[in-house]
């Protein structure tokens, strides 16, 4: 399933000559993209995810990014950890990842963003000088290979959702409630649209990243406010607008009178390929999920797209793999009937994600790469207290099961109509519970594993994380290659 880098071509495969800038926008044209060169397309490609918004299960610490940065910085102290991260960085993403997915034929890739890159907590309002190093020398990289970049801005001040994917360290999204974050975010964006609105080879913004706003009267003004200041500064690159609780829902926008060069972004996660999902075709928490359950809920998200005649963007999909074959064959079966879907309705997509441990990655760091070496095991036992929502088999784990059992069940007598937003009961206990309470002495746990390296042990951690030290999932790329339409290289098809 997997094959070392070292066994392929891919290092060199693609040609030494960089194409230039496209003459045009990436723009829409009713229900259709166009590239940079005014000719329709449906990109295909995948997300940078874990690279400027760390995860989680990407990059095997635990809790939230910022906790874990405080937590490494108080090990090994503050300069060195800088130093640290800053290398991974530059390991996660560089030429030969650019090289690699351009040769797969792709010609998109999504980049989350955390806002920290562009500004401190302590001295908000000011962009950081910082702020576009990573991303210039990525989109630069990928466009040298054909592939544009979509700029997603993945955690906003003071978390736009309920999770640790916007950074978030408790449970709450407060980016609704406090104008003054929300003043934070239209300052970032207008700083973005500045320093990209000559670049062609950005395809657009993806202005919030999954929005979770309960009282839903927040989220479609906000939308419209960010709108308005890119636009004020950059009346060329497309928007992308995901919708809310978690880019499934559109009713804050009026399919009669979309907005101008504005494509509609949804996320369609099939329930039965996450970590706790059941067989497919088979049930996953008591419904019944297979081929056309996938094509309802897809429809269902995908209405105002279609309603509007916008361009459909998937912005995120793709199932989670276990190492168990029977059921990595189904999760294999629930992404080649997403990838049918999606040719049948002419649907751009990026798949999540690209790069991680070996949970969901197109490639993944080698098992006998240092970072592995001294991190396997402790991400061993954050999957048995399951304490990463995304990366473990099963919410409540089997080493806390008589714990977590107990608390769900208790809540569910005690408080049996309980059905908060914006996944309910269960979702809501297991996050408090394994993603907040057993993360948290976790992030500890994985700071004293730096302890007392020195920086040539350092280095070599950051360094597990460039492509010549990862693995391919064949079967993945296989299948992202058949569902695209640009031909990969030759090398690249060896």
Request: charged fraction near 25%; include cysteine.
């Given at each position: 399933?997997f094959?070392?880098?070292?066994d392929?071509?891919?290092?060199?495969?693609?040609?030494?000559?960089s194409p230039?800038?496209?003459?045009?926008f990436?723009?829409?044209?009713?229900?259709?993209?166009?590239?940079?060169?005014?000719?329709?397309i449906?990109?295909?490609?995948?997300?940078?995810g874990?690279?400027?918004n760390?995860?989680?299960?990407i990059?095997?610490?635990?809790?939230?990014e910022?906790?874990?940065?405080e937590k490494?910085a108080?090990?090994?102290?503050?300069?060195?950890?800088?130093?640290?991260?800053?290398?991974?960085?530059?390991?996660?993403?560089?030429?030969?990842d650019?090289?690699?997915?351009g040769?797969?034929?792709?010609t998109?890739?999504?980049?989350?963003?955390?806002?920290?890159?562009?500004e401190?907590?302590?001295?908000?309002?000011?962009?950081?000088?910082?702020?576009?190093?990573?991303?210039?020398?990525?989109?630069?990289?990928?466009?040298?290979?054909?592939?544009?970049?979509?700029?997603?801005?993945h955690a906003?001040p003071?978390?736009?959702n309920?999770?640790?994917?916007?950074d978030?360290d408790?449970h709450?999204?407060q980016?609704?409630?406090?104008?003054?974050f929300?003043?934070?975010?239209v300052?970032?964006?207008?700083?973005?649209?500045?320093?990209?609105?000559?670049?062609t080879?950005?395809?657009?913004?993806?202005?919030?990243?999954?929005?979770a706003d309960?009282?839903?009267r927040?989220v479609?003004?906000?939308y419209?406010?960010?709108?308005?200041?890119?636009?004020?500064?950059d009346p060329?690159?497309t928007?992308f607008?995901?919708?809310?609780t978690?880019?499934?829902?559109?009713?804050?926008?009026d399919?009669?009178?979309p907005?101008?060069?504005?494509?509609y972004?949804?996320?369609?996660?099939?329930?039965s390929g996450?970590?706790r999902?059941?067989?497919?075709p088979?049930?996953?928490?008591?419904?019944?999920?297979?081929?056309?359950?996938a094509?309802?809920?897809?429809?269902?998200r995908?209405?105002?797209?279609?309603?509007?005649?916008?361009?459909?963007m998937?912005?995120?999909?793709?199932?989670?793999y276990?190492?168990?074959?029977h059921?990595?064959a189904?999760?294999?079966?629930?992404l080649a009937?997403?990838?049918?879907?999606?040719?049948?309705f002419?649907?751009?997509?990026?798949?999540?994600?690209?790069?991680d441990l070996?949970?969901q990655?197109?490639?993944s760091v080698?098992?006998e790469?240092?970072?592995?070496?001294?991190?396997?095991?402790?991400?061993?036992k954050?999957?048995?207290?399951?304490?990463?929502?995304?990366?473990?088999?099963?919410?409540g784990?089997?080493?806390?099961?008589?714990?977590?059992?107990?608390?769900q069940?208790?809540?569910?007598?005690?408080?049996?109509?309980?059905?908060?937003?914006?996944?309910?009961?269960?979702?809501t206990?297991?996050?408090v519970?394994?993603?907040l309470?057993?993360?948290?002495?976790?992030?500890e746990e994985?700071?004293?594993?730096?302890?007392?390296?020195?920086?040539?042990?350092?280095d070599?951690l950051?360094?597990?994380?460039?492509?010549?030290?990862?693995v391919?999932?064949?079967s993945?790329?296989?299948?992202?290659?058949?569902?695209?339409?640009?031909?990969p290289?030759?090398?690249?098809?060896?």
């Amino acid at each position: 399933m997997f094959r070392s880098v070292h066994d392929s071509e891919v290092i060199g495969m693609s040609s030494a000559h960089s194409p230039a800038r496209p003459p045009h926008f990436v723009r829409t044209e009713g229900a259709r993209l166009l590239d940079g060169y005014g000719e329709p397309i449906r990109f295909t490609g995948v997300c940078v995810g874990g690279w400027l918004n760390m995860e989680n299960f990407i990059t095997g610490y635990a809790a939230n990014e910022t906790l874990m940065r405080e937590k490494v910085a108080a090990v090994i102290g503050a300069d060195r950890a800088a130093r640290f991260f800053e290398r991974l960085l530059t390991a996660f993403y560089g030429e030969a990842d650019a090289t690699f997915l351009g040769s797969l034929g792709m010609t998109l890739i999504r980049i989350p963003v955390n806002y920290h890159h562009f500004e401190s907590d302590d001295r908000p309002l000011e962009i950081l000088p910082t702020a576009f190093e990573h991303l210039d020398r990525a989109i630069e990289a990928s466009g040298r290979h054909g592939v544009y970049s979509l700029i997603d801005l993945h955690a906003l001040p003071g978390s736009q959702n309920h999770h640790w994917h916007s950074d978030n360290d408790t449970h709450q999204a407060q980016l609704w409630r406090h104008p003054h974050f929300q003043d934070r975010v239209v300052n970032i964006w207008k700083a973005i649209a500045e320093h990209y609105k000559g670049n062609t080879w950005v395809a657009g913004y993806n202005l919030m990243n999954e929005p979770a706003d309960e009282t839903r009267r927040v989220v479609g003004p906000l939308y419209r406010r960010l709108f308005d200041a890119v636009r004020e500064i950059d009346p060329d690159h497309t928007v992308f607008l995901d919708g809310n609780t978690y880019s499934t829902e559109f009713d804050m926008f009026d399919p009669a009178d979309p907005w101008p060069n504005t494509v509609y972004s949804v996320h369609d996660y099939v329930a039965s390929g996450l970590g706790r999902g059941g067989d497919y075709p088979g049930e996953t928490d008591g419904v019944y999920i297979d081929r056309d359950y996938a094509r309802r809920k897809f429809l269902q998200r995908s209405a105002y797209a279609r309603a509007s005649g916008t361009p459909i963007m998937v912005g995120e999909f793709a199932p989670i793999y276990t190492g168990d074959e029977h059921v990595d064959a189904m999760r294999r079966r629930i992404l080649a009937d997403q990838l049918d879907l999606y040719r049948e309705f002419d649907v751009s997509w990026t798949s999540w994600m690209y790069k991680d441990l070996g949970r969901q990655g197109l490639v993944s760091v080698a098992p006998e790469s240092p970072y592995r070496q001294r991190f396997d095991a402790f991400v061993a036992k954050k999957n048995r207290l399951a304490a990463d929502q995304w990366g473990s088999d099963r919410l409540g784990g089997e080493g806390v099961r008589e714990v977590s059992e107990a608390v769900q069940a208790l809540v569910a007598r005690e408080f049996p109509n309980w059905n908060p937003y914006p996944w309910g009961r269960f979702d809501t206990v297991s996050t408090v519970l394994n993603n907040l309470l057993f993360a948290q002495p976790l992030a500890e746990e994985y700071a004293e594993l730096f302890r007392g390296l020195s920086d040539d042990e350092l280095d070599a951690l950051a360094d597990s994380f460039a492509f010549e030290q990862c693995v391919v999932r064949e079967s993945l790329r296989d299948q992202l290659v058949a569902g695209g339409d640009r031909a990969p290289s030759s090398a690249a098809r060896a």
